[in-house]
Every structure is written in C-alpha cells, then in structure tokens.
C-alpha cells in the first residue's frame, strides 16, 4: 500500500502551465442552499482530503509539510492526503493536484470547510475521479454549509398560496429549523388586499419548534387576498437570520398569499387545534388522514407530494423537508450510523 510521495500540490493561481497530467479542483457553492460569499464569509480554512477505495499510505508514509500532510483522518486504518487551504477574499479557492505517486485507479476527494473556532461546518466531495495521461482535468467539487448552519426558510405553507381556504383565521407556516419564539412578534404580519386596496390586518404570530402560527382577524369572504410575509427579523435558535432564498444577496423574506370563503365554498382545511371526539381529540379527514394530533394541534405528519424548497427533500420518516443529501458530493452530510439515498436524497438508516 505505501506509495511514493512524489506529487505536487498548489493553489491554482501559483500553479506552472506546463503540468502534464494533473486535477484541476474547483469548489462549487448550490446557489438553493448558499452562495459563493457566504461561504467565504463563515470559513476561514479549507481542507481537501484525498483517498481511495483501497487506501493510499500506510503509517510509515505520515508527513506534513507547510502545504500539505499525509495523516489518517478518516475511520480505516490507510492514510490520506489532506491539503490545507487558507481563503483570501471573496472566492473559494482552487487546487491543482498533480499525478506524482497517486494511484492508476479512481480517487475520492472530500472536503471540509473550517470556521475560525475549528467546527467542521461545510461538506463537499467527488467519487471515483480518475487522472487522464497528458490531461489537467476539470473537477468542479460540490460544496455546501451543512444542514446546521444554514439560514432558516419555509418549507411548509399553510394555506397554500393561491389557496381558497375556510375560516378559521390560522395560517400555518414550517420552518427548516427551530425558531426564536421571541422574534415573529415583529418579524410575522398579515396585509390585506382587496378592489385595489391594500393596509395591515391584526395579527398575533407564535413559534413552538419550526412551527409559527400566525392568527389573523378574518374580515368578510369577500376580500380577495390576505398576504403573510416573514421577515429576516425571524431568527432561529441560533440568531441565524431567515433567508428564502440564499443564491441572493442580503437575507431574503418571505410571502405567501391566500383567499378566505365560506366554509361550504373552501378547498381545505387549515390547521387548528384538535376538537374532541368523544374521550379522544382528533383532527379533520383532510389530506387523506394526513394530519394527526399533537400537544393539541392537528399538524401534518406526512409531507409525501409537498412541495419543499429548492435544496430541500421530502423525509417520509421525519414527515418534514430536509437539505437534500446528494448536495454535499460523495460525502453526504448524514450522520455516522445513515448513508445518502442517491434516489432521494435522504439519509436513510442503516441499521
């Protein structure tokens, strides 16, 4: 297994032009999850780790150097390449990889992302890349904040915008994160729309978990629109602003819009608080039994044909969106005991 440490690594800038057969790696930011500049703006170091399927060094080969090391960082007993990466401005930084002693056969390339305190907080990674003879190969590398440390965005609306709903003076919207409950007061309103017109209505807004709930004073079935719109003043419980759309510069909000009939004329029901059946509480027929009661409030335990936000998937065990797993390359950011379902895109378990 031990292989000659003879290759070259370097910052693409500093790279000669004249490199025979080499990987030119370039980190590449999902503009559904993040951009380019948060990235750069939360990290202060990256780390491309380089290995393969049978391992490239044994212990003996361990080494560091001002730009590189070979050290075991992963579970198997080989050890890898690992270059380290310092960022300067507002551009991830490139690597060129040249062929040296690494192997014929295909490598894996992870990435880890570094904040100023040491967390590992972005994840990226490529399977099974190959060196051509004679080539300086392209290599973009997926490259993402994991799940964690992502700004917090609707998934779920209800009543769906464009919906015709009852009522009931509730709209319901679902986080990707938990929320400060201390912060919709201000970051959640209502506005009213109809015949041209268009002013605030009275709302109160809470949070438990993910879940806000917004309670609004219905006017008559006449009026045309009402528009819920949350605000980057909505924080989760980390103070991580709310961004809808992070591939945009600054935080971005969120609207959605509905119209409200008469019970007899409405396409679906809104979430509510649980009515009593007898000794038991329950939740109206809607959705095909989809929502069950919980502390109270019927809430929807099924997210199979919902729509989730762009980078988002629908997790059928958890009934919510979750960040799709196969963003993060062939280093899907699942925990140790789940592995990335390349169909959906969720971690499922593999015990």
Known sequence: MRRTIALAVCALVGCSGDVETALDVALVADLNLN???MLTTALTRVQVEVDSDDGLYDAGAAITTSGFSIQNVDADAPFELVIGLGLDGARLPEVRIERGGLPDGPIDLRVVGIDASGRHIAAGGVRSVSFVPGERRQ?????????????PRVNEIYPRSGEATCRSGTALLVLSKNIDPRTVVGGVSVI???DGYSGPLP????AEGPVIRVAYAVITPEVDTYRVRVTSEVLDTEGMPLDQDPGIGGAQHFVTSFSVVDDGACTSYPYRWCHE?????ECPDFRGGRLRCEEG???LHDCAGDVCANGFVCDGDSAACV??????????DCPSDS???QATGVCDSVR
Do not use: I, M
């Not at 960040?323 to 899907?332: A, F, W």
């Open 297 to 299: 409030l019927c809430l």
């Open 192 to 194: 009213v729309e109809r």
């Open 277 to 281: 059946s007898g000794a038991a509480l």
């Open 339 to 341: 592995l990335c379902n």
């Open 323 to 332: 960040v799709d797993c196969r963003l993060y390359g062939g280093t899907e």
């Open 203 to 206: 709302a109160t807004a809470s």
């Open 35 to 37: 951009s380019e500049s």
């Open 139 to 151: 290599v973009p590398v997926q490259f993402n904040l994991k799940a964690q440390y992502l700004p």
